[in-house]
C-alpha cells in the first residue's frame, strides 16, 4: 500500500514565478491538508480539502490555494512567489483519524 | 488562540539516558494531543496521542500523558538509542475534526543520541 506520495521531490522557482504542488494520498484517504515547514519550525497549517471543498484554512494569503480532484489527490499552487515562500511543502491524507504525511517538496525561491 | 509550546533543544543525551521532552499547550474545550517524529530528510510519523484527559499514549517505548489541569503533554522514554535521534513535534487538534483536521504544532525539539 503506498502512502503519500507529493510530486516534485525538490524545486527553484524564481520570485514572482507560480508554483504548483502535487499530493497523492494514501489509498482510501478521502481528506488533504497542507502545511508549510520553514527551516527550524514546526510546520504551519496552510488549508484542508474534503470532498473536492476547503474545508478548513489557516492564515495564509489568497497567493496560496489549492483543489482536490474526484480521485481525492490534491493541488496546491502558489501565485507571485516570494523569498520567505521557501520551505518544505508537506501534504497530508486523513480518514477521520490519523493523519499519514509524504515526505514533502523542498521549494527554494531565487 | 491555540498554541504549543515545546522545550528548545537541541537536546544531547548518551544511550540509555531517560528523556524527557516538555510540551505545554493552550486551546479551548477538548483538543486531541499527539507527538510527532521527523528523521532527517522524511516528513513527519505519528509517534502517539491521546484525545482525552489522564489519557497515556504510547509507541516504541515513548509515552506521553494528556494533563489538562497542567496543560500538559510531555513525552518521556526511559532508555533512548541512537536510533531515536530525530526531531520531535508536539500537536494538537480541536473539534469539531479532532483527530482529522488541522494540527497545531510547537516548534520542534532535536534530539541528538550518542553512542
Known amino acids: 500500500d503506498a502512502g503519500v506520495t507529493q510530486s516534485p521531490t525538490h524545486l527553484i522557482k524564481t520570485r514572482g514565478q507560480q508554483v504548483t504542488l502535487r499530493c497523492s494520498p494514501k489509498?482510501?484517504?478521502?481528506?488533504v491538508s497542507w502545511y508549510q515547514q520553514a527551516l527550524g519550525q514546526g510546520p504551519q497549517f496552510i488549508f484542508q480539502?474534503?470532498?473536492?471543498?476547503?474545508?478548513q484554512r489557516g492564515n495564509f494569503p489568497d497567493r496560496f490555494s489549492g483543489h482536490q480532484f474526484p480521485n481525492y489527490s490534491s493541488e496546491l499552487n502558489v501565485n507571485a512567489l516570494l523569498l520567505g515562500d521557501s520551505a518544505l511543502y508537506l501534504c497530508?491524507?486523513?480518514?477521520?483519524?490519523?493523519?499519514?504525511f509524504g515526505q514533502g517538496t523542498r521549494l527554494t525561491v531565487v | 488562540g491555540n498554541s504549543v509550546t515545546q522545550m528548545e533543544g537541541p537536546v544531547t543525551l548518551s544511550e540509555e539516558a531517560f528523556l524527557t521532552i516538555n510540551c505545554t499547550y493552550t486551546?479551548?474545550?477538548?483538543?486531541?494531543l499527539f507527538w510527532y517524529v521527523q528523521y532527517p530528510g522524511e516528513g513527519l510519523q505519528l509517534l502517539l496521542k491521546?484525545?482525552?484527559?489522564?489519557d497515556k499514549g504510547s509507541n516504541k517505548g515513548f509515552e506521553a500523558t494528556y494533563r489538562k489541569e497542567t496543560t500538559s503533554f510531555h513525552l518521556e522514554k526511559g532508555s533512548v538509542q541512537v536510533s531515536d535521534s530525530a526531531v520531535y513535534f508536539c500537536?494538537?487538534?480541536?473539534?469539531?475534526?479532532?483527530?482529522?483536521?488541522?494540527?497545531?504544532f510547537g516548534q520542534g525539539t532535536e534530539l541528538s543520541v550518542k553512542p
Open positions: 497530508a491524507s486523513t480518514r477521520e483519524t490519523e493523519a499519514f
Open positions: 489509498s482510501g484517504h478521502d481528506t
Open positions: 480539502y474534503y470532498e473536492e471543498e476547503e474545508r
Open positions: 486551546a479551548t474545550g477538548y483538543p486531541s
Open positions: 491521546a484525545t482525552k484527559a489522564d
Open positions: 500537536a494538537l487538534s480541536r473539534p469539531p475534526y479532532n483527530q482529522g483536521g488541522k494540527l497545531i
